[in-house]
């Protein structure tokens, strides 16, 4: 099956600062990447994501990166806030699969003042 | 806030008691997903449903644990006799597609199992 792997396990970063987490997959087949923010006590909300159609997407502060020669895929994170500061999982899954999403182990960043 | 409702949000059981969670998918989704969070670690698929049906619980223990989705009604994921192991939280996710399309999901806030 699908096995993520996800890098740093935490993140500190002063704010302003850009952040950087990155993950590898092992399933070529794969082909759908979101990331999803956690906060302390909440369930994961889904903040960007990622087709295997595209190298690149980008929302506002947040960029993600995609590739598929690599099987890895990056989030990007700039002019970091402290509202920032989370639990960052990304997950992997494919078409067929029922949208059964294997994730990461997360990243805890922290944004400092 | 039409999102995906858990109750109840805190569980509190002793050993060898049933433990229920229930699941509300956002409005018009058909699909729900179960996922487990032990402390500090990412969340582990644990079953797949639509009405009626299970889809996929490949990620499921074989003894203790059950779950549905009922024609009318929120999904269940059934703990029987809980252990300590059994303490984590577990979150409930709804999907407006499923097999052959790859969509988002959408996470309810979670429902945290302490077994005393």
């Known amino acids: 099956g699908e096995n993520v792997e996800q890098h740093p396990s935490t993140l500190s970063v002063q704010e302003g600062d850009s952040a950087v987490i990155k993950c590898t997959y092992s399933?070529?087949?794969?082909?759908?990447f979101p990331w999803y923010k956690q906060e302390l006590g909440k369930g994961p909300q889904l903040i960007i994501d990622?087709?295997?159609?595209?190298g690149e997407k980008k929302d506002q502060r947040i960029a993600v990166t995609l590739n598929k020669t690599a099987k890895h895929f990056s989030l990007h994170i700039t002019e970091t806030q402290p509202e920032d500061s989370a639990v960052y999982f990304c997950?992997?899954?494919?078409?067929?699969?029922?949208?059964?999403?294997?994730f990461g182990t997360g990243t805890q960043l922290k944004v400092e003042l | 806030n039409a999102g995906v409702m858990q109750n109840p949000r805190h569980l509190v059981r002793r050993r060898g008691q049933e433990a229920r969670l229930r699941c509300s998918p956002m409005?018009?989704?058909?699909?729900v997903y179960w996922y487990r969070q032990l402390p500090e670690e990412g969340l582990k698929f644990m079953v797949y449903?639509?009405?009626?049906?299970?889809?996929?619980e490949s990620g499921m223990p074989k003894e203790r644990f059950s779950a549905e989705f009922p024609k009318e009604g929120p999904s269940i994921l059934r703990i029987q006799q809980v252990v300590r192991g059994d303490s984590a939280a577990y979150f409930c996710?709804?999907?407006?597609?499923?097999?052959?399309?790859?969509?988002?999901?959408?996470f309810g806030e979670g429902s945290r199992l302490t077994v005393l």
């Open positions: 449903l639509q009405k009626e049906n299970i889809i996929d």
């Open positions: 997950a992997a899954s494919m078409t067929g699969g029922g949208n059964k999403l294997t």
């Open positions: 399933d070529s087949a794969s082909n759908y």
């Open positions: 990622i087709r295997s159609n595209v």
């Open positions: 996710a709804s999907s407006g597609s499923g097999q052959g399309i790859t969509g988002e999901l959408f």
């Open positions: 409005k018009g989704h058909s699909h």
